[in-house]
C-alpha cells in the first residue's frame, strides 16, 4: 500500500508513491537522493537529520514522509546559491572550523541557521541552549558557537 | 637523529581553514550509507536479547518465506570464514574463538545469531522481526569484580574463572619503596564503561565480483589497509583481490580502529548472493555492539615521604575485557601500567592487571586507550597524597616532575619520555588561570559555605604510535609524492584521517616545501587500490607518524628536481626554492611546473634518472612522542542538589611543533568533552542480567553544547626530537588532561566536607547523596 505525496524539497517539485511507513529521512536520503542530511540516532535525540519544514527546523527521523504531503523542505543542499556561493552560516562554519568529520555538520547549520533566524544576536549561552538538540562528538561545540556567533555578528 | 625543520614561518604553523570542509558543509560528501549500487540488497541482524544463553534452535522459515527476503543466514550457514581477529598478544593469553555469527551460545547483548538480506531495508528489518530463536538463558556476569569471585557464572565454561590473562610489570625496588615510605595512600579508583558514540555508526558495503573473484568493501573504518589484510585473511580471497575503502568515516575515536563481525559477514554474504549487499548499524547497535572504552577497577597505593616525594606506586587493575577480544582488547590496559608513572620522578611501580572475562560487548581502544585511566589513576592519587599531607597540589607536583635536563628520560615502566618541560606547563595554567588569587578565593568562599574546588591534572601521554616491534601492528607509516605533468601535486597517505584534517594539514607542509600553492594539492587516503600500505589512524599518530613519512617523500621528490632543474638551466650551482629552480650564477629560472612537465615528457633525462616525478615512503620512528600538558577546572557545587558548575577551564597542552593550530584547538576542545563526559556524565552502565541500561541517547548522557565550559586553550612547545617536523600527537590530549582536572576540581570542592574521593561519573544524585552522608 502505498499514497501519493508531492512536495518541494530546495525549491524543486518532486512527485512520489511512498510508503506510509516511510520516514522523511528516508525519504529525502534514497527516494529523492538528498544525502547530505544523516541518520545519527533514529530517536530524535542527535539532529544530524535536521532540515528545515515550512521555516522551521525539524528532525527528519521523526516524522513521516506522507506527513510531509505539500511541504516545502530546505535541505543542507539548498543552502547554497546555485552557482555555488555559499550561505554566510556554511561560511562561517568554514571559516571557524567548526566541523571535524562532518557528520553533525548538515543538521548543525540547519539548526544554527534557525537560531540566528529566530534571534539575530544571541549570547553564546543562547547559542548553546539552541544547539542543545543537535550532538557533535569531534568539536566539543567551541567552534560552532563561534561560528554561529560570528555569521549573526555578520546578519546571517 | 633528524633535525627539526626550520622553515616554519610558511604555511606550517597557520590558522588555515580546511581544505576537506566543502564537501562537508554542502552535504555532498559520501559516507558509507550514501553509497549505492545496482541491484544492492540489504542487511539487517538479528540479536540477542540475552546476556547469556544457549541457543536452542533458530527458525528462520518465515523470515525466508516474506517476499523481498533474498537469503536468511544463521551461525549454522557461516562455513570458509575465519573468526574475528585479535591482534594483540599477551604471555598466556586466553583467546575465544569469536565466530561472525553465534553458534549454540551467546555471550551478551546483541551478539549477532542470524542475518536477513532483503531488497530493501524496511523489509530486511521485518524478516528480521520474523526470525524466531529459542534461547535457554543461563545466568550472566557483567561486574569484573564479580566476574573474578569464587563461583561466579563462567563467561566462558572453558575458563571457570573468567580470567583472560594476568599480567604483571614490575619496575625499580617496590619493598625498598614501601619499608623507606613515610606515608602510604590506597584507594579505589573506577573507569567506567564509556560508549564511544562516533555520530556516524558503522556501516559497510560490500561487492563481489564473481568474474574477478574479487571483493570490494566500503567501510566505516580508521584501518583500511590492516582491515584488507585481516578480511582477506578470514573470507580466503587473496589480498590483492580485496579493495577496502575508507569513504567519509564519520568520527571514530577508536571505536572504528578494529575489524569487525559484520564486515567480514557482508562480504560473505555478497558471494552468496551475487549481489553488492548493505548494512547500517542503528543507534541502538552501536551502543550494544561496537566495542566500549575504558572498564577499569584500579586498586592504587601510593608510597611518599612526609616532604611529598613519590616513591612508588602499587596498582591491582581489573580490567572489563567483555566477552572477547576484539582486536586490540587485551592490549589497551597494558598501555595504562606503561603511562603509571605520570610526569612524576618516582622509579618503583608494581603492577599486576586482570583481563576478565564479563557478558558484556568487548571493550577496546576509546580515545586515549589505557592511557586516561592511568592518568586519572595518578592524577588523583596525588592529589589525596596532596590531601593527606596537607601540601597544595600544584607544590606537589613541581616538587615531583622529571626535570627538564633529565630527558630523555628512562621510566620504571621502560618508556623514555622523549622531551619536555613539564613545570613550564603547569606555572603558564598556573598563571593563566590566577591560581594564588583563585585559593583565596576560595578561603572565602568555604567560610560562607560555598563548595568552590579547583582542580590540576598534569598529564602525560604517550603516542604517535610508535616504533614497530612496540606496537601489535607496523608502527611507521608510508607517503607518496606524485607530481602530475602540470606540476598539480597528488599526495597518498597511509594514516586514514576522518576529521582530524590531514587533507589540509599535509597539504601545508607539502606547499611549503615545494613551494606551490595550497590549491594545487590534493590529498588522498583511505582506498586500499590506490594508496600504498599504510597502518592508520589511532594514537594521535597521523601528524607525528604520517608527517615525517610525508616530509622525506617531499625531499626525495626536491632532490629529483634540482636533478632537473640542473639539466634546464645547464649549471650544477642551482638552488630549489619558492617553487623554482634558480641558478645561482645566470639568475635564469625554471618553475616547478616547468620541470614536472619535463620528468614526464623526458626528452632529456638528467645522469642516473629515470623519468616521471614520483616518491614513496615508508618511515618508522625511533620512538613513541610524549605530549604533555596541565589542565586545570575551576568548579562550584551547589549543595542543595549536588549540581556542578564549571566556572573555568583552562588547558596548557605541549604538543611540540603545530602544522595548524587552528585544527589543534579542535582537537583539544573535542577531546576535553569526551573527558569531561567521563568525569561527569557518560556510563555504559550493566544490569546483572547483561541488559545495557544506558543503550540510547536518552538514558546515555552525551556532552551538549549547554554542558560544555568553555576552554581556554594555550601552549607551551617543546619539539620532539624523535621526527624532523618536532611534532608530538594532539588527538589524545584533552581528554587525557580534562579528567582528572574535572574530578580534582569537585573533590576539592568537596574536601571540607571530609569527602575524599567519588568514582565518575560525578552525577548531581551521587553528589548530592555523598554531601548528605549517604554515599
Ligand atoms: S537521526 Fe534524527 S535526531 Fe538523530
Ligand atoms: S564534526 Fe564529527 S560529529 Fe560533529
Same mark, same amino acid.
Given at each position: +500500500?502505498?499514497?501519493?505525496i508531492?512536495?518541494?524539497?530546495n525549491?524543486?517539485?518532486?512527485?512520489?508513491?511512498?510508503?506510509?511507513?516511510?520516514?522523511?529521512i528516508?525519504y529525502?536520503?534514497?527516494?529523492?537522493?538528498?544525502t547530505?542530511?544523516?541518520?545519527g540516532?533514529?530517536t530524535?535525540l542527535?539532529?544530524?537529520?535536521?532540515?528545515?519544514? !515550512?521555516?522551521?527546523?525539524i528532525?527528519?527521523c %521523526?516524522?513521516?514522509?506522507?506527513?510531509a504531503?505539500?511541504?516545502?523542505?530546505v535541505? $543542507?543542499?539548498?543552502?547554497?546559491?546555485?552557482e555555488?556561493k555559499?550561505?554566510?552560516?556554511?561560511?562561517a562554519?568554514?571559516?571557524?572550523h567548526?566541523?571535524?568529520?562532518?557528520?553533525c555538520? =548538515?543538521?548543525?547549520i540547519?539548526?544554527?541557521?534557525q537560531?540566528?533566524?529566530r534571534?539575530?544576536?544571541?549570547?553564546?549561552?543562547?547559542?548553546?541552549?539552541g544547539?542543545?538538540g543537535?550532538?557533535?562528538?569531534c #568539536?566539543?561545540?567551541?567552534?560552532?558557537v563561534?561560528?554561529?556567533?560570528?555569521?549573526?555578528?555578520?546578519?546571517? | 637523529?633528524? #633535525?627539526?625543520?626550520?622553515?616554519i614561518?610558511k604555511?606550517?604553523?597557520?590558522? $588555515?581553514r580546511?581544505?576537506e570542509?566543502p564537501?562537508?558543509?554542502?552535504?555532498?560528501?559520501t559516507?558509507?550509507?550514501?553509497i549505492?549500487?545496482p541491484g544492492?540488497?540489504?542487511?539487517?541482524?538479528?540479536?540477542s536479547?540475552?546476556?547469556?544463553a544457549? $541457543?536452542?534452535?533458530?527458525?528462520?522459515?518465515?523470515?525466508?518465506a516474506?517476499?523481498?527476503?533474498a537469503? @536468511?543466514? %544463521?551461525?549454522a550457514?557461516?562455513?570458509?570464514?575465519?573468526?574475528?581477529v585479535?591482534?594483540?598478544?599477551?604471555p598466556?593469553?586466553?583467546?575465544?574463538?569469536?565466530h561472525?555469527?553465534a553458534?549454540?551460545?551467546?555471550y551478551?547483548v546483541?551478539?549477532p545469531?542470524?542475518?536477513?538480506v532483503?531488497?530493501?531495508?524496511?523489509?530486511?528489518?521485518?524478516?528480521?522481526?520474523?526470525v524466531e530463536?529459542?534461547?535457554?538463558? #543461563?545466568?550472566?556476569v557483567?561486574?569484573?569484580?564479580?566476574?573474578l569471585?569464587?563461583?561466579? =557464572?563462567? @563467561?566462558?565454561?572453558?575458563?571457570?574463572?573468567?580470567?583472560?590473562?594476568v599480567?604483571l610489570?614490575?619496575?625499580g625496588?617496590m619493598?625498598?619503596?614501601?619499608?623507606?615510605?613515610?606515608?602510604?595512600?590506597?584507594?579505589?579508583?573506577t573507569?567506567?564503561r564509556?560508549?564511544?558514540?562516533?555520530?556516524?555508526?558503522?556501516?559497510?558495503?560490500a561487492?563481489w565480483?564473481?568474474a574477478e573473484?574479487?571483493?570490494?568493501?566500503?567501510t566505516? #573504518?580508521?584501518?583500511?589497509h590492516?582491515a584488507?589484510?585481516?578480511l582477506?585473511?578470514?573470507l580466503?580471497?587473496?589480498?590483492?583481490?580485496?579493495r577496502v575503502?575508507a569513504?567519509e568515516?564519520?568520527?571514530?575515536?577508536?571505536?572504528?580502529l578494529n575489524?569487525?563481525?559484520?564486515?567480514a559477514?557482508?562480504?560473505f554474504?555478497s558471494?552468496?548472493?551475487?549481489?553488492p549487499?548493505?548494512?547500517?548499524?542503528?543507534?541502538?547497535?552501536?551502543?550494544l555492539?561496537?566495542?566500549?572504552?575504558r572498564?577499569?577497577?584500579?586498586?592504587?597505593?601510593?608510597?611518599?615521604?612526609?616532604d611529598g616525594? $613519590?616513591?612508588g606506586?602499587?596498582?591491582?587493575?581489573?580490567?572489563?575485557?567483555?566477552a572477547?577480544?576484539q582486536?586490540? %582488547? =587485551?592490549a589497551?590496559?597494558t598501555?595504562?601500567?606503561?603511562?603509571?608513572?605520570g610526569l612524576?620522578?618516582?622509579?618503583?611501580?608494581?603492577?599486576?592487571?586482570?583481563g576478565?572475562? %564479563?557478558n558484556?560487548?568487548p571493550? &577496546?581502544?576509546?580515545?586515549?586507550?589505557?592511557?586516561?585511566?592511568?592518568?586519572?589513576?595518578?592524577?588523583?592519587?596525588?592529589?589525596l /597524597?596532596?590531601a593527606?599531607?596537607?601540601? !597544595?597540589?600544584?607544590?606537589?607536583?613541581?616538587k615531583?616532575?622529571?626535570? =627538564?635536563?633529565?630527558?630523555p628520560?628512562?621510566?620504571?615502566?621502560?618508556?623514555?619520555?622523549?622531551?619536555? !618541560?613539564?613545570?613550564?606547563?603547569?606555572q603558564?595554567?598556573?598563571?593563566?588561570i590566577?591560581?594564588?588569587?583563585l585559593?583565596?578565593?576560595?578561603a572565602?568562599a568555604?567560610?560562607?559555605?560555598?563548595? +568552590?574546588?579547583?582542580?590540576?591534572?598534569?598529564?602525560?601521554e604517550?603516542?604517535?604510535?610508535?616504533p614497530?616491534p612496540?606496537?601489535?601492528?607496523?608502527?611507521?607509516?608510508?607517503?607518496t609524492v606524485?607530481?602530475e605533468?602540470?606540476?598539480?601535486?597528488?599526495?597518498?597517505?597511509?594514516?586514514?584521517?576522518?576529521?582530524?584534517?590531514?587533507?589540509?594539514?599535509?597539504a601545508q607542509?607539502?606547499?611549503?616545501?615545494?613551494g606551490?600553492s595550497?590549491?594545487?594539492? @590534493?590529498?588522498?587516503?583511505g &582506498?586500499?587500490s590506490v594508496?600504498?600500505?599504510g597502518?592508520?589512524?589511532?594514537?594521535?599518530?597521523?601528524?607525528?607518524?604520517?608527517g615525517?613519512?610525508?616530509?622525506?617523500?617531499?625531499?626525495?621528490?626536491?632532490?629529483?628536481?634540482?636533478k632537473f632543474?640542473?639539466?634546464?638551466?645547464?649549471?650544477?650551482?642551482?638552488v630549489?626554492?619558492?617553487g623554482?629552480?634558480?641558478?645561482?650564477v645566470?639568475?635564469?629560472?625554471?618553475?616547478f611546473?616547468?620541470?614536472?612537465?619535463?620528468a614526464y615528457?623526458?626528452?632529456?633525462?638528467?645522469? !642516473?634518472t629515470?623519468?616521471? /616525478?614520483?616518491?614513496?615512503?615508508?618511515?618508522e620512528?625511533?620512538?613513541?612522542?610524549?605530549?604533555?600538558?596541565?589542565?586545570?577546572?575551576v568548579?562550584?557545587? &551547589?549543595?542543595e542538589t549536588?549540581?556542578i558548575?564549571?566556572?573555568?577551564?583552562?588547558?596548557?597542552?605541549?604538543?611540540?611543533?603545530?602544522?595548524?593550530p587552528? /585544527?589543534?584547538e579542535?582537537?583539544?576542545?573535542?577531546?576535553?568533552?569526551?573527558?569531561?563526559?567521563?568525569?561527569?556524565?557518560e556510563?555504559g552502565?550493566?544490569d546483572?542480567?547483561?541488559? /545495557?541500561?544506558?543503550?540510547?541517547?536518552?538514558?546515555?548522557?552525551?556532552?551538549r553544547?549547554?554542558m560544555?565550559?568553555? @576552554?581556554?586553550?594555550?601552549?607551551?612547545?617543546?619539539?620532539s626530537?624523535?621526527?624532523?617536523?618536532g611534532?608530538k600527537?594532539?588527538?589524545?590530549?584533552?581528554?587525557?588532561?580534562s579528567t582528572p582536572?574535572?574530578?580534582?576540581s569537585?573533590?576539592d570542592?568537596?574536601?571540607?566536607?571530609?569527602i575524599?574521593h567519588?568514582?565518575?561519573?560525578l552525577?548531581?544524585?551521587?553528589?548530592?547523596?555523598a554531601?548528605?552522608?549517604?554515599?
Open positions: +500500500m502505498t499514497r501519493a508531492s512536495l518541494t524539497i525549491g524543486k517539485h518532486y512527485e512520489h508513491d511512498v510508503e506510509p511507513r516511510l520516514l522523511l528516508h529525502l536520503r534514497e527516494v529523492a537522493g538528498l547530505g542530511s544523516h541518520m540516532c533514529e530524535s542527535c539532529g544530524a537529520c535536521t532540515v528545515e519544514l !515550512d521555516g522551521k527546523a528532525k527528519s %521523526t516524522m513521516f514522509a506522507v506527513q504531503n505539500g511541504a516545502n523542505i535541505t $543542507i543542499e539548498g543552502l547554497a546559491s546555485p555555488g555559499l550561505h554566510p552560516m556554511q561560511e562554519f568554514w571559516n571557524e567548526a566541523l571535524q568529520c562532518g557528520f555538520t =548538515p543538521g548543525m540547519m539548526v544554527s541557521k537560531i540566528v533566524e534571534n539575530p544576536s544571541p549570547t553564546d549561552t543562547e547559542i548553546r541552549e544547539l542543545d543537535n550532538i557533535c562528538r #568539536t566539543g561545540y567551541q567552534h560552532i563561534n561560528a554561529v556567533r560570528t555569521a549573526a555578528k555578520a546578519g546571517a | 637523529m633528524a #633535525t627539526t625543520v626550520t622553515n614561518e604555511l606550517v604553523g597557520k590558522r $588555515i580546511r581544505k570542509d564537501r562537508l558543509i554542502t552535504g555532498t560528501a559516507y558509507v550509507e550514501d549505492k549500487l544492492m540488497h540489504h542487511a539487517v541482524i538479528v540479536r536479547p540475552h546476556g547469556a544457549n $541457543i536452542k534452535g533458530v527458525d528462520i522459515s518465515k523470515a525466508a516474506l517476499p523481498g527476503v537469503a @536468511v543466514f %544463521t551461525g550457514d557461516i562455513t570458509g570464514v575465519g573468526s574475528v585479535c591482534g594483540a598478544d599477551l598466556g593469553l586466553r583467546k575465544p574463538v569469536h561472525i555469527l553458534q549454540s551460545r551467546v551478551y546483541g551478539h545469531v542470524a542475518v536477513v532483503a531488497t530493501d531495508r524496511y523489509i530486511a528489518a521485518d524478516g528480521a522481526d520474523l530463536v529459542d534461547y535457554e538463558v #543461563t545466568q550472566a557483567t561486574d569484573p569484580e564479580k566476574a569471585a569464587e563461583g561466579a =557464572p563462567a @563467561v566462558h565454561p572453558e575458563w571457570p574463572d573468567n580470567k583472560a590473562f599480567f610489570q614490575k619496575g625496588d619493598e625498598k619503596a614501601f619499608a623507606d615510605a613515610e606515608v602510604v595512600v590506597k584507594q579505589r579508583i573507569s567506567q564509556l560508549v564511544p558514540n562516533a555520530m556516524e555508526t558503522r556501516g559497510v558495503v561487492d565480483l564473481q573473484h574479487s571483493l570490494t568493501l566500503f566505516s #573504518t580508521q584501518i583500511p590492516l584488507r589484510t585481516i582477506a585473511g578470514q580466503g580471497i587473496d589480498e590483492n583481490r580485496v575503502v569513504p568515516v564519520g568520527g571514530g575515536f577508536g571505536s572504528k575489524v569487525y563481525a559484520e564486515e559477514l557482508m562480504g554474504i558471494r552468496k548472493i551475487g549481489k549487499v548493505k548494512w547500517i548499524e542503528s543507534r541502538r547497535e552501536n551502543f555492539v561496537t566495542i566500549h572504552g572498564g577499569h577497577v584500579d586498586y592504587f597505593e601510593i608510597a611518599a615521604k612526609r616525594t $613519590i616513591l606506586l602499587k596498582l591491582k587493575l581489573i580490567q572489563d575485557l567483555g572477547y577480544h582486536l586490540l %582488547t =587485551p589497551i590496559p598501555l595504562s601500567v606503561l603511562m603509571m608513572p612524576y620522578n618516582f622509579r618503583n611501580i608494581d603492577a599486576e592487571v586482570i576478565t572475562f %564479563t558484556c560487548v571493550t &577496546d581502544a576509546y580515545r586515549g586507550a589505557g592511557r586516561p585511566e592511568a592518568t586519572h589513576g595518578i592524577e588523583r592519587m596525588v592529589d /597524597l596532596a593527606e599531607l596537607n601540601m !597544595d597540589p600544584a607544590v606537589i607536583r613541581f615531583n616532575f622529571v626535570q =627538564p635536563d633529565q630527558f628520560f628512562p621510566t620504571a615502566t621502560g618508556l623514555n619520555y622523549d622531551s619536555g !618541560d613539564y613545570g613550564a606547563t603547569l603558564k595554567a598556573l598563571d593563566t590566577g591560581y594564588d588569587d585559593r583565596k578565593q576560595q572565602a568555604r567560610l560562607e559555605g560555598r563548595l +568552590m574546588g579547583i582542580g590540576i591534572s598534569t598529564y602525560g604517550l603516542c604517535a604510535f610508535g614497530s612496540a606496537t601489535p601492528a607496523g608502527g611507521w607509516e608510508s607517503a606524485r607530481v605533468p602540470s606540476g598539480k601535486v597528488t599526495i597518498h597517505t597511509g594514516t586514514s584521517p576522518h576529521g582530524q584534517g590531514q587533507e589540509t594539514s599535509f607542509l607539502a606547499a611549503d616545501e615545494l606551490v595550497m590549491d594545487d594539492i @590534493v590529498v588522498l587516503h &582506498d586500499t594508496i600504498p600500505y597502518i592508520g589512524t589511532f594514537g594521535s599518530r597521523n601528524t607525528a607518524v604520517g615525517p613519512a610525508l616530509f622525506y617523500a617531499l625531499q626525495d621528490i626536491k632532490e629529483k628536481v634540482k632543474g640542473k639539466m634546464l638551466l645547464k649549471s650544477e650551482n642551482v630549489f626554492e619558492n623554482k629552480c634558480t641558478c645561482q645566470s639568475g635564469k629560472e625554471v618553475t611546473q616547468t620541470i614536472a612537465g619535463a615528457r623526458a626528452m632529456q633525462l638528467p645522469p !642516473d629515470d623519468p616521471g /616525478l614520483v616518491a614513496t615512503k615508508f618511515w620512528p625511533s620512538n613513541f612522542a610524549f605530549p604533555f600538558g596541565a589542565h586545570i577546572i568548579s562550584e557545587v &551547589d549543595r549536588g549540581q558548575e564549571i566556572k573555568r577551564y583552562v588547558a596548557v597542552d605541549d604538543i611540540g611543533n603545530q602544522l595548524n587552528l /585544527l589543534v579542535g582537537q583539544v576542545h573535542g577531546g576535553a568533552a569526551q573527558g569531561l563526559g567521563q568525569a561527569l556524565w556510563h552502565i550493566y546483572d542480567n547483561g541488559q /545495557l541500561m544506558t543503550g540510547e541517547f536518552m538514558d546515555y548522557a552525551m556532552p553544547a549547554s560544555m565550559p568553555w @576552554v581556554e586553550c594555550s601552549h607551551t612547545t617543546t619539539p626530537p624523535v621526527n624532523p617536523l611534532v600527537g594532539v588527538g589524545e590530549a584533552g581528554t587525557i588532561g582536572a574535572m574530578v580534582n569537585v573533590m570542592a568537596l574536601m571540607p566536607l571530609g575524599r567519588l568514582d565518575m561519573p552525577t548531581p544524585e551521587k553528589v548530592w547523596k554531601i548528605n552522608g549517604a554515599a
